[in-house]
């Protein structure tokens, strides 16, 4: 099973778990389309190669009535083009909101830098423990997208 989550924002990310290879690729929130498409194209060669089922899960997140109107237009664009790109390529694709995939990791810090500390740090402690990770550093970047995927790979594997 390939596992890809993402965290939409232009300061999020996206992070591809192979269960079967208990190995995972990170990635900052990449600055193009074509750099978007091709990190997922090489994880859909893979699943393909290796006949695994593949799964993508993003983050459905809104803007909020205090964000401006330019960085709310440029976070829908960012979320969009992850739409647009995996609808292209015919990846299965599940919303899935923060409150629902937060709840495995419940209880949570209400205050934002308190919950993404935390966030951070139990990614830190899952995928150093079980994955092998391009690259060892897990930053508040990809975190989120971290643990959305676990989610991910969770929900699949409840589904078989």
């Given at each position: 099973m390939i596992a890809i989550g993402?965290?939409?924002g232009k300061s999020g990310g996206l992070v591809i778990i192979d269960s079967e290879e208990k190995t995972c690729s990170m990635h900052k929130c990449p600055q193009t389309t074509g750099e978007m498409a091709s990190i997922l194209r090489m994880a859909q060669v893979e699943a393909w190669m290796n006949n695994v089922k593949i799964l993508a899960a993003i983050e459905k997140v809104?803007?909020?009535?205090?964000?401006?109107r330019n960085s709310a237009f440029k976070f829908g664009m960012n979320y969009g083009m992850w739409l647009g790109i995996i609808g292209s390529l015919g990846i299965?694709?599940?919303?899935?909101?923060?409150?629902k995939w937060m709840k495995d990791y419940a209880p949570l810090p209400k205050e934002k830098q308190e919950r993404k500390k935390k966030i951070?740090?139990?990614?830190?402690e899952v995928f150093s423990a079980v994955y092998e990770t391009e690259n060892k550093t897990i930053t508040y970047?990809?975190?989120d997208?971290?643990?959305i995927a676990l989610w991910c790979l969770k929900r699949s594997d409840n589904d078989e």
């Open positions: 993402i965290d939409p809104h803007a909020f009535p205090t964000d401006a299965p694709l599940v919303d899935v909101t923060p409150q951070k740090q139990i990614a830190i970047a990809v975190s997208a971290a643990l």
